[in-house]
């Protein structure tokens, strides 16, 4: 946009304004395609990576794309992006935003007890059974299931046609995990987190059906106490136009910039990385204390599921654990990939 060069669509230098009067005479358009990203699919999902010569991305999920293939593969017409992405800055450390909503339960009761008062989420009067699961390389994933529906292949909130096609394309222990779903979010470490959710649609009282929404988000850090958030809400490809439209209101009215939660979220996130960076702060360990008493289970209602898995009713803070345990041997190790190149990395 500069000086005005053109590329084609594969990245090729098509055309360079005054390229006769301004440049030498051999100038070689060849020499100056656009540098090329490796890129990899995963069921819908496109990553790419300047690191051309790095891990694959089968090798860098390791054992979380047994989670990820949960939740993404289920749907045999795929995942839609309904509507514009979401996009917002705020002055939050990524760090914190990307653990607040794709790690942290604890603050669910008491940051965002009235939004729960309300009766947005769908609830069950038993106790929940929350499983998380520690991966490798910094990923984490924390399901809150429904234990009382009698049904373990059912997917509440989702157009109910569907849920056969759900449980066909998964293996019996991942339609397991991600059936009776109440909340489940996690992170891709370092900075794409999930949460897939049933929760009441709140847009008309007088019929208001029970939804479930999925969400990607983008934590892009724009500096130390900057980041820039993308949110894409994902509905599957073949799910009714109506239930569509009733998955994406539902997640604007509540994790969207302008919803019930998330200016909770911004304004206490932007608050903590604040008061992170004072002098005082600075000489103490941040707390991740909860859920520290509890140890690994080997299975979980007689299953093995991947990473390090934690068993409770209530919160544990292991995933943040893991992010943070992550992070800090990057951030420590004479192996970290050299960031002047191209592109950089997240941290
Ligand atoms: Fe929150």
Known sequence: MYHGWTYDTDGRLRGVPGLRQWYQPDFDRAQHSLRSARVEVFHDLVFATWQLDGPSLTDYLGDFAFYLEALMARSTAG????????????????????????????HLGTLHENPGRLGIFGGTDQEPLAITSVCQNGHGIEATKFMDSGDDRAFPGYPEELWEDFVANLSDDQAWFVANNLVCKGNIFPNLSFIDLFHDYTGDPSTPPAVAAKMLRLVRPTGPLSSEVWMW????????????RWSQESLVRTLGVSGTFEPDDLENTAAISSANSGSVAQRWNMLFLAGEHLKPSATVEGRQLPGEVFVCSANTESMQRGFYREWRTRMSSAATPDRAGVGGDAS
């Not at 309904?82 to 990524?94: A, D, F, I, K, M």
């Not at 809400?233 to 569509?244: F, H, N, S």
């Open 79 to 106: 995942w839609e992006v309904v509507g514009e992405p979401l996009r917002w800055v705020s002055q939050t450390n990524w760090k914190i935003s990307v653990e607040n909503f794709g790690m942290d339960s604890l």
């Open 233 to 244: 809400i994902l509905v599957p490809r073949d799910a009714p136009e109506q239930w569509k």
